[in-house]
Each structure stands twice: as C-alpha cells, then as structure tokens.
T-cell receptor, first 112, second 114 residues
Framework: RKEVEQDPGPFNVPEGATVAFNCTYS??????FFWYRQDCRKEPKLLMS???SGNEDGRFTAQLNRASQYISLLIRDSKLSDSATYLC?????????????FGQGTILTVHP | DTAVSQTPKYLVTQMGNDKSIKCEQN?????MYWYKQDSKKFLKIMFS???????INETVPNRFSPKSPDKAHLNLHINSLELGDSAVYFC?????????????FGPGTRLTVL
C-alpha cells in the first residue's frame, strides 16, 4: 500500500464549478499535512497546510480526519488558472528531519 | 533573485557517463533536499542535509552521491548513469529540519539517459 494515496484523475470541470480531492495516508504517526500545487513542467509549490480543525484560504478549504487518516481539498468557484496537479503531502513525526511523502497527485483541468 | 536555483535545467547523456547537478539557495535556510520525480510523477526524497550534515539518506543506489560544501549548496553527483535514472530531479530547501516548515523547490533538472 502506498504511503499517500490520491485519485490521479483527471478531473475536468467548467469554470465556476466546485471540485473536491481526497487523499489517504497509511502512517498513523504522521504529524503534518499539506497540499502542494504543481503546474506542468514546473516545481511543486505549497498551496496550504492542513490543520486538524480544518482551514480555509480564499476559495480553498482543507480538511483533516486523523481517525480515518484522510485529507481533503475543496476548491470553490474554479478558475482556469487552477488547472494543475494537486499533491497531497504528509510529514511523519519523530526524527523525520522534515521528510515529506508525496502522493501521486490529482490532475485538475478547468475549462471555459 | 531566484530563491532555489539548479543547473543545468536539462541534461541529456549516454548510459555509463558520470554527471553532476548543482543546487544553490539564497534563502539562508539550514536544510536542503534532493527529490526525484519519475515518469509516473511520484516525487520521492533521496537525500537531506542540515547545515552540511547528511540527515536523510533514503534507499538510493550508491552511484548517487550528494555533496554539501556549505549550507547554501547541495550538489548531486551520479556515477555510471542508467536508463532508469531518467527523471526530473528537484532540489529544495527549508528553514529548519524538524519543523513543519515550507519546503521551497528549485525549477528542476530534467535528466535523460540514452
């Protein structure tokens, strides 16, 4: 079983749509959770951290369910510029020295 | 004013050759990383250095040897290149090793082994 699993998609949605991505992780000792965004042929960039209480950043809402080891990302009012690959990222606790484990990514295409 | 830079951006070489990729960060961070992103887009950590000291060494063939001359630089040398080494290699840095700090990635080096 992969340490971090995501539905690779692709998700094709019209502008203005709401889309949700899910992610599960296998290591119950994981401590920190993130969503990164990667544009085609570019480097990954942090989109947002995910906190236990859930958090929102503009049109983006992230949720964490530690009991189910499940993370989600909701994008409201999709824009063309949201088209990218969204990477679910998990950091284990303890002496992990910042080691991040990435999911395969979910491809999103927003069309006019 | 590039934060994390890598050279070269593209590298095409023959099997069996030895090549190096350089990485520099001007963010003043203590920790640097090398990741490999294969054709299936999985991004996996290879190495991490904290203030010039190796702290993460994943299961990577010993043909790969990282070198950190100072905390702003982390280079990756690859000996006897194989077809399976073809991938995009990303360098990254973060302020601290153990905290949940943001990792800043370089633009990547696309390596093609023929």
């Amino acid at each position: 079983r992969k340490e971090v699993e995501q539905d690779p998609g692709p998700f094709n949605v019209p502008e203005g749509a709401t889309v949700a991505f899910n992610c599960t992780y296998s290591n119950s000792a994981s401590q920190s959770f993130f969503w990164y965004r990667q544009d085609c042929r570019k480097e990954p960039k942090l989109l947002m951290s995910v906190y236990s209480s859930g958090n929102e950043d503009g049109r983006f809402t992230a949720q964490l369910n530690r009991a189910s080891q499940y993370i989600s990302l909701l994008i409201r009012d999709s824009k063309l510029s949201d088209s990218a690959t969204y990477l679910c990222v998990v950091r284990a606790g303890g002496t992990s020295y910042g080691k991040l484990t990435f999911g395969q990514g979910t491809i999103l295409t927003v069309h006019p | 004013d590039t934060a994390v830079s890598q050279t070269p951006k593209y590298l095409v070489t023959q099997m069996g050759n030895d090549k190096s990729i350089k990485c520099e960060q001007n963010l003043g961070h203590d920790t640097m990383y090398w990741y490999k992103q294969d054709s299936k887009k999985f991004l996996k950590i290879m190495f991490s250095y904290n203030n010039k000291e190796l702290i993460i060494n994943e299961t990577v063939p010993n043909r790969f040897s990282p070198k950190s001359p100072d905390k702003a630089h982390l280079n990756l040398h690859i000996n006897s290149l194989e077809l399976g080494d073809s991938a995009v290699y990303f360098c990254a840095s973060s302020p601290l090793a153990g905290a949940a700090d943001t990792q800043y990635f370089g633009p990547g080096t696309r390596l093609t082994v023929l």
